[in-house]
């Protein structure tokens, strides 16, 4: 199975470097954004739109041909993406151009790499760890992204891809629960609490809150007050929220996908260790759907900044990296259905408790439900799986069926 890459591995460059790579990252740009605007809004196929307009991007931006092709493969993906998410492109920065095996190539023996600008070809040395050199070492990579990230730096984003096993075959199933109580709860009973990374989260927000009413620039406060006061606050102490909100910036972010990279590391570990599959729910749309809902600004907020998708993405390549199969199953009455008889039950915030008079388990909603996707699993991962699934009133119905079969048979004799 492949699975592709990507390095981010931060460059040294020379300030003459710089203002060429500057000059070809805007000139991509531009192509981007005047291709998106003079080309058939319907056309999605990079094809289809590099015959269109490629003689005239040519004339007018001065990218090499490869770029071009490149600049019509950055429109046509942004377009699938808007399209799928029903919005529109909203446009290009020139922060990055994209590079394929003929303006990019990478040299292992000095550890530099050639990339083609508008005027010359570049040869940029990285300055790669020795993680970054354990991956490249023995590979020719044909195509990388050169951006320059808020940090004001240059950094080549090098595609590789690698093959790994196919996963095996297996009977055996960890279910995972994803939830922002509890971040995620597997069959196995384990259990990461969501409290800290929520007291984190309302503590960012907090501070942010307040550093950008301080750094706003507004009216004066009374007349008689110069312009550069707002409030008490003076033209430097602005100045001052400002930088701390940009030093602040991505934080809570890193943290966040620390904390979810651990999960997934944790998840998928045991489950090589124990040769079974991972199965989790597939919560695509789940913020269309509860943003429909009236909620206050914190609830709105808190629940879309829950990062599930990104756990559920870790989950995913480090699975195949692993060798870990990773199911994904419709998460309709998951936490509702008890894990023991398939009835719905009742759940209050953490406890859950069946509605079958025969049955009666109680206990940990969230353990429940990640039992529940674990019977999903082997029901999916395994042949006639769709037994387990199966209810004890329709397995009773048929038994009873087959003995009336067999009793009548028997009097026919």
Known sequence: ????????????????????????????????????????????????????????????????????????????????TAKHKGRKVKGFKPTSFDCDGR???FR??????????LGKRLRLALRASNYHKGKLTGRKPTSAQICKHKDGQWYCHIQITIDYPEPQRTDKVIGVDFG???????????????????????????????????????????????????????????????????????????????????ISKTIISEAKETNSAVAIEDLTGIR???????????????????????????LEYKGVKEGVKVIAIPPAYTSQTCHCCNYIGIRTNKSFKCSNSECGWGGDADLNGALMIKKW??????????EILSCRISRATENANRARSGLAQFINI
Not at 199 to 221: E, I, N, T
Not at 292 to 314: G, V
């Open 180 to 262: 922002r109580r509890e971040i995620a709860r597997t069959s196995t009973n384990q259990g990461w609490d969501g409290k800290e990374i929520q007291q984190k989260r309302d503590k960012f927000s907090r501070v942010r809150s307040s550093l950008q009413k301080k750094a706003r620039k507004g009216k004066s406060a009374s007349p008689g007050v110069s312009p550069g006061v707002y409030a008490g606050r003076t033209r430097s102490s602005r100045r001052r929220c400002r930088e701390v909100l940009k030093r602040l910036s991505g934080r809570e972010k890193r943290y966040q996908k620390w904390v979810n990279h651990n």
């Open 288 to 314: 269309e759907r509860t943003n429909q809902k009236p909620r206050n600004k914190t609830e709105r907020r808190q629940s879309n900044s829950w990062a599930f998708y990104q756990l559920r993405t870790f």
């Open 108 to 117: 292992e023996k000095d550890w530099t790499v050639s990339v083609s600008t």
């Open 1 to 80: 199975m492949e699975q592709t890459l990507t390095l981010v591995v931060k460059l040294n460059v020379e300030p003459e470097q710089a203002t060429q790579l500057e000059e070809t990252a805007q000139a991509f740009a531009d192509a981007c954004t005047w291709i998106n605007e003079n080309v058939n809004h319907r056309l999605t196929n990079r094809n289809s739109i590099q015959a269109v307009c490629y003689n005239d991007v040519k004339e007018q931006f001065g990218l090499k041909a490869n770029q071009i092709v490149r600049a019509c493969a950055r429109v046509a993906s942004n377009r699938k």
């Open 103 to 105: 303006t990019f190539s």
């Open 377 to 386: 699993g082997c029901s999916i991962n395994q042949p006639g799986g769709s």
